[in-house]
Nanobody, 115 residues
Framework: QVQLVESGGGLVQSGGSLRLSCAAS????????MGWYRQAPGNQRELVAV???????SYAESVKGRFTISRDNAKNTVFLQMNSLTPEDTAVYYC?????????WGQGTQVTVSS
């Protein structure tokens, strides 16, 4: 089992920035990825960004150039730096760890962007 604890959500004005953090309870194998998903009211959960154990990253088109995902393997932590936020980024953001074929999820952190 892996427990994930997220932090860093909140309320920000349009154009502002937030940094999300997610700490895992233990280290895990090299065949893993860490990422962030989000879910807005009435919408399905969608992938925001993912980073593999060797540092490869992938982003949703809607956040490319604005969000940056990074990880600190020594601390089992993944970060999401979010810049130039818009009201369309408002959602609950969930941390995800995928180890081979098993997914672990955090409890979610609310990000609200006011116009």
């Amino acid at each position: 089992q892996v427990q994930l604890v997220e932090s860093g959500g909140g309320l920000v004005q349009s154009g502002g920035s937030l940094r999300l953090s997610c700490a895992a309870s233990r280290s895990f194998s090299s065949r893993s990825s860490m990422g962030w998903y989000r879910q807005a009211p009435g919408n399905q959960r969608e992938l925001v960004a993912v980073i593999t154990s060797d540092g490869n990253t992938s982003y949703a088109e809607s956040v490319k150039g604005r969000f940056t995902i990074s990880r600190d393997n020594a601390k089992n932590t993944v970060f999401l730096q979010m810049n130039s936020l818009t009201p369309e980024d408002t959602a609950v953001y969930y941390c995800n760890v995928r180890i081979i074929f098993v997914n672990y999820w955090g409890q979610g952190t609310q990000v609200t962007v006011s116009s």
